[in-house]
């Protein structure tokens, strides 16, 4: 199947996608889900084990505080109604990277049923509805070596604690699922319940798919597409999946009730195994561990302490403070600095100078030093000031980048770096004109183009005033002189 075409497989189909999504997200607790060892990405392998998560016979696993409370922020700020009485179920299954034989769960009494995921979706507010939030253990991870019949595995993830959400079949294209994952990605990040770090695998997803004739209100045979761990490879495998099953129907051919895999290198999804049906898990109670109930005080305490969420972040910016919707939105999806850009603008509230500082001068600093924005230690207060001093004419756009660095290195004041350096801006309107003056006759040419008309001039001519002054001149005032003087 070439790549043109299932690149939009539903343009001009007589079919509509129908899929849902299971997402799993990794806790970022300190410890794993039923026993005391480390929860930490990047050890050796199977060195971060104990006879709890390796599943060795009569090690008996205790349920993690953490684990268990933590995942209420994401139930509640989901809008789910919380099951206050939750237990653990067995799910059974064999696979390598299951030492047990069987997950540990939540089948008929989860943390979490209902709720519903907003996003934008080009521009216009759109939602996913969830089916259930649930609590488990993560399995390990097998790592198969091409060209060679042995495959490793390592048990290190075993036990992690991984907060299962899956959705009801709202999702119709490969743009809806990536909207809603990226935003759900956002809000535990700004939840803090998971680094949601894709490439590490603290998110994945498994994608249910199928089609049916437009119009039609019936779910046909789907297909589950697993283990996906980046936005680019979901949104490619749904489209690949979607061209598939449609060329299938339209051979007269039916599809198949199966789990796949998406291979990203050859861009096409393969069989893996039949799809297991609920039964084939074999539920029962988790007989090791007891029930968890929750006290309504207690559900309340942490519906209170929610942060603001991304959707509603961004239509403030975009309504109260006046954001344009693009600086708006790469704020948003950087919590640290959206947090830091409403300190800051508690301060001085000029939204869009803070703005516009934020995402280009103090971000570079920040990806230069490979870290996040609250790890370079600057106080709103003092960013403040350097982007006040810009906004009054005291320093240059230009020249504040140099002001920035050293107020990371130093405690020292905004003014006192801008002194010492000698970065005030030349605002005087006399010195300003002795300087204009002085390259107006230096340079007649652009004077006369200027004169017919061709405006590109004055770029020159002010660029060439700010040479002499060493970029110290304010720039709009150099422009209005220039215009005054050969308007004259």
């Not at 509640?76 to 034989?101: H, I, M, Q, S, W």
């Not at 249910?208 to 019936?218: F, L, T, V, W, Y």
């Not at 968890?292 to 942490?302: K, M």
């Not at 030349?426 to 204009?436: C, G, P, T």
Request: proline content about 6%; charged content about 30%; glycine content about 8%.
């Amino acid at each position: 199947m070439c790549a043109e075409n299932y690149l939009d497989p539903l343009q001009n189909s007589a079919y509509e996608a129908v899929s849902g999504l299971e997402v799993h997200v990794q806790l970022n607790t300190s410890t794993k889900m039923f026993c005391r060892c480390e929860n930490r990405f990047g050890a050796e392998p199977n060195t971060n084990v104990c006879p709890v998560c390796l599943g060795w016979p009569g090690a008996l696993p205790y349920a993690n505080r953490q684990a268990s409370e933590q995942p209420l922020r994401a139930v509640l700020a989901c809008g789910c109604e919380v099951g206050e009485f939750t237990k653990f179920d067995r799910k059974n299954y064999y696979y390598p990277d299951l030492p047990k034989g069987y997950q540990i769960s939540q089948y008929d009494q989860p943390l979490g049923l209902g709720g519903r995921v907003e996003f934008f979706l080009e521009g216009e507010r759109a939602g996913v509805r969830l089916t259930r939030i649930h609590l488990e253990e993560d399995a390990g991870k097998n790592t198969h070596v091409g060209g060679r019949p042995v495959s490793f595995v390592d048990l290190n993830r075993a036990g992690t604690p991984l907060l299962e959400i899956v959705t009801e079949p709202d999702i119709s294209s490969a743009a809806q699922a990536g909207a809603f994952l990226r935003n759900l990605r956002l809000i535990m990040l700004y939840l803090g319940v998971s680094d949601c770090n894709m490439e590490e695998g603290s998110l994945r997803c498994d994608v249910n798919i199928s089609i049916r004739p437009k119009g039609a209100e019936h779910l046909e045979t789907r297909s589950e597409i697993k283990n996906l761990n980046s936005f680019n490879f979901i949104e490619k495998a749904l489209n690949y999946e979607i061209a598939r099953q449609i060329e299938l129907k339209e051979r007269g051919e039916e599809v198949v009730q199966e789990t796949r895999l998406y291979d990203p290198d050859r861009d096409e999804t393969r069989s893996m195994r039949g799809k297991e049906a609920e039964h084939d898990y074999r539920y029962f109670p988790e007989p090791d561990l007891t029930p968890v109930t929750f006290a309504p005080g207690q559900l309340e305490e942490i519906r209170s302490e929610l942060p603001e969420l991304p959707i509603d972040r961004l239509q403030r910016y975009t309504g109260e403070l006046e954001l344009e919707e693009y600086p708006a939105d790469l704020l948003v999806r950087d919590h640290e600095a959206a947090v830091f850009f409403d300190s800051c603008v508690k301060i001085y509230p000029q939204a869009r100078s803070v703005a516009n500082w934020i995402l280009n001068s103090l971000k570079e600093e920040a990806n230069s030093r490979k870290v996040g924005i609250s790890s370079l230690g600057l106080e709103p207060g003092r960013f403040v000031d350097l982007v006040k001093a810009v906004d009054d004419g005291i320093v240059s756009s230009q020249k504040a980048r140099d002001v920035l660095e050293p107020m990371l290195e130093t405690d020292k004041s905004v003014a006192e770096i801008i002194s010492e350096l000698g970065l005030e801006q030349i605002s005087d309107d006399s010195m300003l004109r002795e300087q204009v003056e002085k390259v107006l006759a230096e340079h007649p040419g652009p004077v006369e183009d200027v004169r017919a008309g061709k405006k590109n001039s004055v770029n020159f001519l002010v660029g060439q005033v700010m040479k002499e002054t060493r970029g110290k001149a304010n720039p709009g005032k150099v422009a209005g002189i220039i215009g005054e003087i050969l308007s004259a």
